[in-house]
């Protein structure tokens, strides 16, 4: 089990809003960056947010992450059909130096 | 562009060594850090280790006991070592470039390792 928690699962219309959170401690998420992961089933990961809030070259303003305390949040605006697929956060753990994944989250776009 | 590729063998016998390559070019592994990470069927992804262009190694304390990731020294390649294999470590393994606080920016595609008899 993992010692980030996801929700499982979340749905939105098209052109909706969606938020993703991710929850962690002390020695993860309120003290490092976090990073967030897109995956369609039978593919590699692709990163989405790196740096708690930056988006990489080529990822649409519509993809947004914040953190307050131990807890991290991936906002999708304007929700699109090629936007389904399984979310995941990733930080580094100071105390247990190791990098750690959140379970996964799947997205339908309903 | 940067392109990460893994190899190696797809069936593992329970008992015996993992051993995967991850082939890197576009770039020479002289920055950055060199990911292994691995997602059993219909689980979520879970971080192996990793290693430095200077060597320099770190480890999911779940797996340290039995996991090696080495840089060579061609410095086109990394590899992973993984003993004493259970049907527990049947997962698809991709290896990843960046550290955590930048995200893993490139992937390769994975490869499928089954661990049976």
């Known amino acids: 089990q993992s010692l980030l928690t996801q929700p499982p699962s979340v749905s939105a219309a098209p052109g909706q809003k969606v938020t993703i959170s991710c929850s962690g401690s002390?020695?993860?998420?309120?003290?490092?960056?976090v990073s967030w992961y897109h995956q369609f089933p039978g593919a590699a990961p692709k990163l989405l947010i790196y740096?708690?809030?930056k988006r990489p070259s080529g990822i649409p303003d519509r993809f947004s992450g914040s953190k307050s305390g131990a807890s991290a949040t991936l906002v999708i605006t304007g929700l699109q059909t090629g936007d389904e697929g399984d979310y995941s956060c990733?930080?580094?753990?100071?105390?247990?130096?190791?990098?750690?994944f959140g379970g996964g989250t799947k997205l339908t776009v309903l | 562009q940067v392109h990460l590729q893994e190899s190696g063998p797809g069936l593992v016998k329970p008992s015996e060594t993992l051993s995967l390559t991850c082939t890197v070019s576009?770039?020479?592994?002289?920055?950055?850090?060199w990911n292994w990470i691995r997602q059993p069927a219909g689980k979520g992804l879970e971080w192996i280790g990793r290693?430095?262009?200077?060597?320099?190694?770190n480890y999911s304390p779940s797996l340290e006991s039995r996991v090696t990731v080495s840089l060579d020294t061609s410095k086109t390649h990394f590899t992973l070592r993984l003993n004493s294999v259970t049907a527990a470590d049947t997962a698809v393994y991709y290896c990843?470039?960046?550290?955590?606080?930048?995200?893993?920016?490139?992937w390769g595609q994975g490869t499928t390792v089954t661990v049976s008899s």
């Open positions: 990843a470039r960046g550290p955590w606080a930048s995200g893993m920016d490139v």
């Open positions: 576009g770039v020479l592994i002289s920055r950055s850090f």
């Open positions: 290693v430095s262009h200077s060597g320099t190694t």
């Open positions: 002390s020695s993860n998420i309120e003290t490092n960056p």
């Open positions: 740096d708690t809030n």
């Open positions: 990733g930080v580094w753990d100071t105390s247990l130096s190791t990098g750690l």
